[in-house]
């Protein structure tokens, strides 16, 4: 029976491989294969694409695709890539992903709130010196994009005794968080944070949206985190809020071009903590259960699934 | 009027007359003084000693003292240094210090869990490596000690999702907790521990406890955090640990002798990371109330309130 699903990814040949077995393996009653392995005149067969990072042209090979499933929870390469791509594209939303997120981000907000760059410092330097300590009750945590993700971590914080606002495009109401919206509600929160992370999705909108401006409103000695995307932040401002001493320390998980290059400044800021993407790795088990759900739920019902919102990115 | 409550510290003269503004604050119907400034004809007026590491010399110039409070939770070397003394003496059990140290424990534990000292080495040598992935419900935490500090802390990691395993000299039922005692407790604790946590009390039992065969013990790569006292453990055995790559860290917060000595090796073990005494700094406004309270029931009742076992040595 040809394939009715294709893997369309640009993922090294095993990293591909062992996603092919896993999904298989969750949707025993399909036939998947990966894209170069469908002959040319089966191709049409496929009405549905599982994507990880996919060449557009491999996917205009698929005539008869309904929808695509991506599984990252980040598309906006993909919105960007595809463009004018009519079918809906739906991107992950894992449950465990949020969860795990929420525990890196509780994690690295330990990090900086409990002076852990500064006290290695010092170690390097056999300095001995207790710094002022600030309890997490004291310490207000600023969130940056209320989605799954960051409605999570916020929660997570919240239940930490962190004192936490958040922002998202749109209005959320979260019990115990106070959140805003909008470019004054955005100026609001970061006055009033002593650390913000970014769990922002990268939109037209967002792109570049912490610049000299946003970084000169956060209390001096604020630390700042970003899991999200690195356009979100303009790095020239952020390195110079540093090296003014007006931002304490900044930890950073993404890149412009990942892995980072080995001449870029930021390995040797010293207010700069390098991670290499580590925050929320995908979760091959569960990811491929929730696709299988999304792919079930479309035989049955022969409804398509509503995709990301194109004009908004996401 | 003659004082009748005298502090006794070997502390700076800025920090003691710190401890006196907010222990009269705290107390402003009792008369209370520095032993040094109380004239040598009142000193037998005094009746209660608020002391904070004191010269057992100071103490035996009051021979009305019935009892005394220290402002310290760690009281073995008031144990060792005042020996026959027989008052009884009081020590600072403050629930804001638990909450306090329970979250240092929890940040110094993510601190190990998420392989922070490990991304920290990587950056110095600009190398984007992911390092596998364990989530706090995958990580087993062993909490040696059960007291006030010890349980807060358990509950604290056990809330945020760790697997908690805890073991203490007399038995303890904690809910959520798996609780262990006595020599074959303590060793099986050690090997289904990915990351201990030290929080006994220092005392003939403890001096030493951890040694060549208590690390042996401990799986393969496991971490190490100590939050108690320096003498519970072996330092060479540990540095052995570390050395032999059976440990993967260790987070010391305490030492022989504080602040640590410049030449001491412990400073420039990549794998060891020395912090200046800062898991539970005692909160001064806290502290002084529970004092006071302790001072007013023994006015209204004139009992002498129960101490500390000098035979147990906390």
């Given at each position: ?8 990814t640009r993922l090294q040949p095993q990293a591909e491989q062992t996603w092919l077995a896993i999904l298989r393996a969750a949707m025993p009653n399909e036939t998947i294969a990966v894209i170069d392995e469908i002959e040319e005149g089966d191709l049409r067969h496929v009405d549905i694409a ?70 290695a410092a010092q170690q390097r330097q056999r300095q001995w010196r207790q710094l002022p300590y600030r309890a997490a009750g004291d310490t207000r945590v600023g969130i940056l994009g209320l989605g799954a993700l960051g409605t999570a971590a916020a929660e997570r914080l919240a239940m930490a ?154």
């Open positions: 029976m040809p394939a009715s699903i294709a893997l369309v599982i994507v990880a990072n996919p060449d557009p042209a491999d996917l205009r090979r698929l005539p008869g695709v309904r929808w695509i499933h991506s599984l990252w929870a980040g598309v906006e390469r993909l919105v960007m890539e595809l463009g004018a791509f009519s079918c809906p594209i739906v991107r992950l939303v894992d449950p465990k992903l949020s969860e795990t997120m929420a525990e890196a981000v509780l994690a690295w907000t330990y990090y900086i709130s409990r002076d852990m760059p500064a006290y005794g962190f004192r936490v606002n958040g922002w998202s495009r749109r209005e959320k109401s979260i019990p115990g968080i106070e959140t805003r919206t909008g470019a004054a509600g955005l100026k609001q929160l970061l006055r009033q944070s002593d650390i913000v992370v970014c769990l922002l999705p990268l939109t037209a909108d967002t792109a570049g949206l912490l610049g000299r401006e946003e970084f000169a409103l956060l209390p001096a000695g604020a630390g700042f985190a970003n899991f999200a995307r690195a356009q979100i932040v303009e790095t020239s401002e952020l390195i110079r809020a540093l090296d003014e001493g007006r931002l304490k320390h900044a930890v950073l998980d993404v890149f412009e071009t990942e892995p980072l290059g080995s001449d870029d400044p930021r390995w040797i800021h010293p207010d700069i903590t390098v991670l290499p993407h580590i925050s929320a790795p995908t979760n091959p088990s569960t990811a491929a259960l929730i696709v299988a759900t999304a792919v079930h739920d479309y035989r049955v019902s022969a409804v398509v699934p509503a995709g990301i919102d194109f004009s908004r990115g996401y």
